[in-house]
């Protein structure tokens, strides 16, 4: 193609908001996956050329890679920004190049324009939280920044003059050897980091810059998102898929182990039973690094894709190693440990509660039996699928498992489960109102990984579930006490004291009835040592505080995820990777709202006792 033919189709694709990639033999290559007002600029030349640098311009919606000195293409890149800034009121170009100044900072931010000064503020500050072991500094200038080897594309005065802003980024080629050879683990590293800030930066710039709405750039995923990322999301949530990880570690004999229990006088540890393993440990892990995630070069969906493949794997080696001592090294892994603070407030609650009057026994109650709990809980569904008609899914009751256990969006209850109707009212908010909801809020998401869960999602969903039993006001203090409870018994555990000595403790320390002492301890030492049920406390007080931050709660409905995700679902769902929550539970209706606005303005774990 020649320049004057390649100018001609650049501009016309730019004017119609048409995506292009254009190949300029032996120079470089111009790729716009969408129109944007952005331009991210990679100017090197082959013997130099950086793979981090070179794939996080691929990861741009609008890039230039230039490999040679070339004027023409350089006049060509002037025109192509200054037909931008027509369509969209202004242009920012931001271009990178590797520091030669090895006591320079790790990624130096440069500007010469002052009014783009919060811009790079804003990219410092998100540097710093993404990546804080990655030094970075703002560099002030009196022209505008570029790549040293290369000629400035405008001057000071016609940036300002034609509202074209630039940004330089000199990053330290820190993960490359002087041989040439390049550190894997930290090239990703500063490839993930800096890909995920540009976009947070891009987004930022069109809300402060331009007048444009930043949902007109969304992708279109048909259109616009390789097949791999899908295809890769597909194969990850088929391994998911293979197994139920809860139910392979929960023992199917726990009625028969109390009796067995009871009967020796609780001075012989109780032997439980598992289901017969459905899969081959090795098999998933050889299937999940078969999965080729470094060719995706969206660095926000590689990380999520390699943080999920990273806790399958941990979960296979807790399976292979279930009823071994190894089995809670791997859980540690997985579900982290108790902190001191966290063992605190548990003590704490329990000594309120034990000296609170609230807690007199009364008189008991008729209880619910399974059938007539499924029957609330179906109650609920109907109530939800009035918000959505895709919203559908079943209550089981089954004689394979005790208690209650929300499995891929089917809740099932144990044929010889009970439960008080004032209990019932806050175990279906718990179980369907949270627990379902969000497995169907995730699978209506493109990316099915956030019906499955991201790594570390269970302490913000438990503790969003326990949250909802407080606000229909169906979190009782007997309740609360056996959340702290579980977070002695994990300590006690961890500290290697066996069953049956975490079961007296719970019983003589903490005047728990035999049956529910049992019970907590069970569960935490199920498997081999499961530390998940310290997560509910946990959960709950940091979804206070994240509450008390005036913080967004229906956010936190649209899939399984965690708190520190949040600016990642804000990246997806502004890029059109997600979407908004389709159904919202019953205890973030206008009902409830007092009860929430209390919590916002004086919230406390303890004050959540009666």
Not at 6 to 25: C, D, M, S, T, Y
Not at 382 to 407: C, H
């Amino acid at each position: 193609m020649r320049d004057d033919k390649r100018l001609n189709f650049i501009l016309g694709a730019i004017k119609a908001k048409e995506p292009f990639h254009v190949q300029v033999p032996n120079v470089g290559k111009l790729v716009f996956r969408k129109i944007v007002p952005f331009i991210f600029i990679y100017r090197t030349n082959i013997a130099g050329k950086d793979k981090m640098l070179s794939n996080l311009a691929k990861s741009q919606l609008a890039s230039v890679i230039i490999q040679e000195h070339d004027t023409e293409v350089e006049a060509l890149l002037r025109k192509l920004a200054l037909c931008i800034q027509e369509q969209f009121g202004s242009c920012l170009l931001v271009e990178v190049w590797n520091a030669a100044n090895e006591q320079a900072p790790d990624v130096e931010i440069q500007l010469g324009q002052k009014g783009i000064l919060p811009l790079a503020e804003y990219m410092l500050k998100n540097l710093k939280t993404e990546a804080s072991d990655i030094v970075t500094d703002i560099k002030k200038l009196k022209e505008v920044p570029c790549n040293p080897s290369f000629e400035r594309l405008f001057t000071l005065k016609e940036s300002m003059d034609k509202s074209i802003y630039t940004l330089g980024l000199s990053v330290q080629p820190s993960y490359r050897l002087s041989s040439g050879d390049y550190l894997p683990i930290l090239l990703r590293h500063y490839s993930e980091s800096l890909g995920k800030i540009l976009l947070r930066v891009f987004f930022e710039y069109v809300r402060l810059f331009t007048d444009q709405n930043p949902t007109k750039f969304r992708l279109n995923l048909k259109k616009e998102i390789t097949e791999n990322v899908f295809a890769i999301d597909k194969a990850l949530t088929a391994e998911s898929m293979r197994f139920d990880f809860l139910l392979l570690v929960t023992p199917i004999n726990v009625p028969e182990a109390w009796e067995s229990f009871k009967k020796a006088r609780f001075r012989k540890t109780p032997v439980f039973q598992y289901r017969p393993m459905p899969i081959d440990p090795d098999i998933v892990k050889r299937n999940l690094y078969n999965l080729r995630i470094e060719d995706i070069y969206d660095p926000t969906i590689a990380y999520l894709f390699r943080d999920k493949r990273r806790e399958l794997d941990e979960m296979m080696s807790m399976l292979a190693d279930r009823n071994t001592e190894d089995f809670m090294h791997g859980s540690l892994q997985v579900f982290g440990n108790v902190s001191d603070e966290l063992l605190q407030v548990a003590q704490s609650i329990l000594t309120v509660i034990a000296h609170n009057s609230a807690t007199q026994t009364v008189a008991p109650e008729r209880k619910l039996n399974a059938k007539e709990f499924a029957q609330l809980a179906r109650e609920e569904i109907a109530y939800l699928s009035e918000q959505s008609e895709d919203f559908k899914t079943t209550v089981r009751v089954r004689s394979d498992i005790s208690g209650v256990m929300v499995n891929r969006g089917v809740l099932n209850i144990g044929e010889d489960y009970q439960i008080s109707p004032e209990r019932a009212r806050a175990l279906v908010q718990h179980e369907v109102g949270t627990h379902i909801v969000t497995y169907f809020n995730g699978k209506a998401q493109p990316l099915q990984l956030f019906s499955l869960g991201v790594p570390g999602y269970e302490q913000l969903q438990e503790g969003l579930a326990v949250f909802a039993e407080y606000l229909i006001g169906g979190l009782s203090n007997q309740r609360l006490r056996i959340l702290a409870a579980r977070v002695i018994a994990v300590r006690n555990m961890l500290m290697g004291h066996s069953f049956i000595d975490t079961f007296f403790l719970l019983m003589e320390d903490y005047r728990f009835g035999e049956e529910t002492a049992f019970n907590i301890t069970m569960r935490v030492y199920r498997g081999g040592g499961l530390t998940k049920d310290a997560l509910y406390l946990q959960g709950l007080m940091e979804l206070i505080d994240y509450i008390k931050q005036g913080q967004n709660l229906s956010l936190l409905m649209v899939g399984k995820i965690r708190e520190d995700y949040i600016p990642v679902i804000q990246d997806l769902i502004q890029r059109g990777y997600m979407y908004a929550p389709l159904v919202r539970p019953r205890y973030l209706s206008e009902a409830y709202l007092p009860r929430l606005d209390s919590v916002r303005n004086e919230g406390s774990i303890f004050k959540m006792i009666q």
